[in-house]
Nanobody, 124 residues
Framework: QVQLVESGGGLVQAGGSLRLSCAAS????????MGWFRQTPGNEREFVAV???????TAYADSVKGRFTISRDTKNTIYLQMNSLKPEDTAVYYC??????????????????WGQGTQVTVSS
């Protein structure tokens, strides 16, 4: 069983930046795609960005394309660099690990392990 712990959330002004981290423990995620999702009260969890198990493939929601960058290192950690933040980016951000190895997962149903979430608040 893998445990995922997010960090790096907080309060920032519009136009600012934050870097989220997600550290995994329990088992290696070297062969698993990883992703970031976000959720606001009363809404479904929505896709933000995903990265393939090799790190060579990425995909982004249209709303964050060009502003957010997902990356991963060799130490079981993934990151989400968020620049030019907007008030509409305010949400709880979750990292997740794909259920199956070698899968380029993009849908929430493709992911089987989730972190507890970290709050990102962007003030106008």
């Amino acid at each position: 069983q893998v445990q995922l712990v997010e960090s790096g959330g907080g309060l920032v002004q519009a136009g600012g930046s934050l870097r989220l981290s997600c550290a995994a423990s329990g088992r290696s995620l070297s062969y698993f795609g990883m992703g970031w999702f976000r959720q606001t009260p009363g809404n479904e969890r929505e896709f933000v960005a995903v990265i393939s198990w090799t790190g060579g493939g990425t995909a982004y929601a249209d709303s964050v394309k060009g502003r957010f960058t997902i990356s991963r290192d060799t130490k079981n950690t993934i990151y989400l660099q968020m620049n030019s933040l907007k008030p509409e980016d305010t949400a709880v951000y979750y990292c997740a690990a794909a259920k199956a190895r070698f899968q380029f997962a993009t849908m929430p149903s493709d992911f089987g392990s989730w972190g507890q979430g970290t709050q990102v608040t962007v003030s106008s």
